[in-house]
């Protein structure tokens, strides 16, 4: 239940707890609370605000897990993420419906039909021949989508063509369904995402969910519209559409509702570079507690010289522009540590490959045409800079992990403002979303990450004595 209830629910919970605070005083009451939460000291404590604590840090602990377990798959697949060839298909047969001529309006019913007008929309997308914008929406149930592995293999098939051949979407994604549900539909639609060709949107508000709806358009082509009641679908009747009147109407009705909302994320890529540090500036301008988890060193704790060094063995035109971005970012980031906390999460790679000058320069392939590693020395200053700062500024905090299950990835969470993160290894792209619910769950997802350490590795002086022994271990 307090899965369902999602990121917006924590008054609720207070309340659940608080309710079960004030009447759980029978013995066989404490018994029950006590198996359920497994802890025995918690229920040998009096004072009856604490047990609502603790029970409402129990409640909380649970839903935190399960939004842990979403977003470690969500990452977990960025990480790993390559382009892969769609496996080829024929676009789908009309005559498999006999229907050699699409009339003006078409009636599909249930789940098969829904299934079958969206193949003959996609079908008469890839038919025509110039290139359109593409506007979808459903907040309907998805299980006429993800429910048969068979039909969810075409439908991507057909989606890849139709991005292949020129067509754009746009997208508006429903955020107030389940969390799960929310990160998988992102999860599924990465590999799109990474072509270039979709723009995601979402409503911000909060809708109560009775009446439903989907909105398919190829503005030059066709139209698919249907309606629900709650999760209804089983006799539902989805109208395909041709008439260009008709699609006008829906054209019309789709950005009236996208006026109404906000995008989802951004996404970059090595051809975005300038767009991608304009907006982390803008991230970075925010005065915020940050935390930012990466198996490469982060670039904003990169000394000046270290990157004027790097760059020189380069052929970048942009190079006195990226040194005088540094040189700010530099500024604004040792300023915000007087009053904000910043914590970094960092593995370090083995000392034989940062003397063999095997280690990557974060994200080096957004700034050149092909990766930059490190050399010894350069490393070793960077290595002595973050130990400088974490003398200096106590609100600069480093974790050393040795947990490598988010490698090759980067979470860069400002708290109450957004979240960056993607893939540190070529090819590299980063998805921004400032969307609260998504930017509350990363936050929290990194501070578990920060608890599961043991509590000398997260220690101050453990930590800069690690890091000097490294850097003795790179000395000349």
Request: glycine share 4%; with cysteine; hydrophobic share 40%.
């Amino acid at each position: 239940m307090v899965k369902r209830l999602g990121l917006k629910a924590v008054n609720y919970i207070r309340a659940m707890a608080e309710y079960f605070g004030r009447n759980c005083t029978a013995e066989f009451q404490k018994a029950a609370l006590r198996a359920a939460i497994k802890n025995s000291s918690w229920i040998q404590l009096q004072e009856m605000n604490t047990v609502e604590e603790l029970i409402y840090k129990w409640l909380r602990e649970e839903e935190d897990a399960d939004r842990s377990d979403s977003i470690g798959k969500l990452i977990n697949g960025v990480s790993h993420f390559q382009f892969k060839k769609p496996d080829p298909a024929a676009p789908f047969d009309l005559d498999k419906l006999h229907r050699k001529n699409i009339s003006e309006v078409e009636v599909f019913y249930c789940t098969e039909g829904k299934q079958n007008a969206v193949l003959i929309f996609l079908s008469l997308v890839l038919q025509s021949k110039n290139p359109q914008t593409l506007l979808l929406y459903s907040d309907e149930d998805m299980g006429w989508l993800t429910g048969n592995r068979e039909f969810t293999l075409k439908w991507s098939s057909m989606l890849n063509q139709v991005i292949k051949r020129g067509n754009k979407i746009k997208i508006i994604h429903t955020v107030d369904r389940g969390f799960d549900e929310m990160l998988s539909a992102i999860r599924e639609w990465v590999p799109l995402y990474m072509t270039g060709s979709i723009e995601p949107y979402y409503y911000p508000r909060i809708r109560d969910g009775l009446f439903r709806r989907t909105l398919f358009i190829a503005p030059d082509t066709a139209a698919i519209s249907s309606g629900t009641v709650g999760s209804g679908t089983k006799n539902a009747a989805n109208f395909l559409f041709t008439n260009k009147m008709t699609i006008k109407a829906l054209i019309e009705e789709y950005n009236d509702l996208l006026s109404r909302c906000r995008m989802l994320m951004r996404i970059f890529t090595p051809h975005s570079n300038d767009d991608y540090l304009s907006l982390l500036s803008e991230f970075e301008d925010e005065k915020k507690d940050s935390i930012i988890k990466t198996d490469i060193l982060t670039n904003v704790t990169m000394p000046l010289g270290v990157m004027e060094s790097i760059l020189a063995r380069t052929e970048n035109p942009g190079s006195n522009h990226l040194l005088s971005y540094q040189q700010n970012r530099i500024k604004k980031f040792l300023a915000g540590l007087q009053k904000n906390c910043f914590t970094e999460v960092l593995s370090l790679p083995d000392p034989e490959n940062i003397l063999a000058g095997k280690v990557i320069v974060n994200f080096s392939d957004m700034l050149n045409e092909s990766l930059l590693f490190y050399t010894p020395g350069e490393y070793r200053q960077h290595l002595q800079n973050i130990i400088r700062l974490l003398k200096t500024y106590d609100n600069y905090h480093v974790h050393l992990t040795s947990d490598n299950h988010l490698d090759g990835s980067m979470i860069y969470v400002r708290e109450d403002l957004g979240v960056l993160f993607g893939k540190t290894l070529p090819p590299s792209f980063i998805f921004a979303i400032n969307e609260n619910k998504m930017t509350n769950a990363f936050w929290d997802y990194m501070n578990l990450l920060i608890k599961r350490e043991s509590k000398y590795k997260t220690n101050r002086n453990y930590t800069i004595a690690e890091l000097e022994t490294m850097v003795a271990r790179l000395e000349p």
